[in-house]
């Protein structure tokens, strides 16, 4: 069974603060890996995609890493902001079909 | 651009009563999806559409959830009768390829539903 799964399931940190974020998957034959940002009342937004030969791929102070022997993907934030505290969604999608296996989100809040 | 567009944003309904969810997609994007988001089960997707055909709609809880999409500027999620179970948000969502494909999925702001 695909099963995607995120740790951890939430996170507290100083504003400034780095953080990394872990999602584990078993997903197979695998397509994509997305990390979503989910803010409170509002619609996921797409911060990353990476398909199987990417290992690294950033957009700003996000930096997303995907090592597919192990299955393991992770999110960096770097000098974390207020403006941080969102759920972070791991979608993995497989290459049999369009359905994607979604995380159950990890729960980021940045204190000033 | 304006986005995915979903409405209505809140829903207060009785149970048993019809519920009908509306998306306009973003112009020119040619996949559809549906999707449910609850505490206990996150997201979860339910149908997809691509070129306004239903492709997949065995994320589809039961018979009393429908989607139809009449032209590729509109779609609906009806449930009929609703119940207290199905509180949840509705996310709307398009895309230019699907899942599958390296494409960016857009989302809507979501349909919060509560039935009492």
């Known amino acids: 069974k695909n099963q995607v799964e995120q740790s951890p399931q939430s996170l507290i940190i100083l504003e400034g603060k780095n953080c990394t974020l872990q999602?584990?998957?078993?997903?197979?034959?695998?397509?994509?890996l997305r990390w979503y940002k989910q803010d409170t009342g509002r619609g996921p937004v797409s911060l990353t995609i990476m398909t199987f030969s990417e290992n690294t791929k950033s957009n700003g102070r996000y930096t997303a890493t995907l090592d597919a022997d192990t299955k393991q993907s992770s999110l960096h934030i770097t000098a974390s902001q207020l403006s941080d505290s969102a759920s972070y969604i791991c979608v993995v999608s497989s290459g049999g079909s369009y359905i994607p296996t979604f995380g159950r989100g990890t729960s980021l809040i940045v204190h000033p | 651009d304006a986005g995915v567009i979903q409405s209505p944003r809140h829903e207060v309904t009785e149970m048993g009563q019809e519920v009908t969810l509306r998306c306009k997609p973003i112009?020119?994007?040619?996949?559809l999806f549906w999707y449910r988001q609850t505490m206990m089960r996150g997201l979860e997707l339910l149908i997809y559409f691509n070129n306004n055909v239903p492709i997949d709609d065995s994320g589809m809880p039961e018979d009393r959830f429908s989607a139809k999409m009449p032209n590729a500027s509109f779609s609906t999620l009806k449930i009929q009768p609703s119940e207290p179970r199905d509180s949840a948000v509705y996310f709307c969502?398009?895309?230019?390829?699907?899942?599958?494909?390296?494409?960016?999925?857009?989302f809507g702001e979501g349909s919060w539903l509560t039935v009492v």
């Open positions: 999602c584990n998957y078993t997903v197979s034959p695998f397509s994509n």
């Open positions: 969502a398009s895309s230019l390829k699907g899942q599958g494909a390296r494409n960016t999925i857009y």
């Open positions: 112009s020119g994007h040619d996949y």
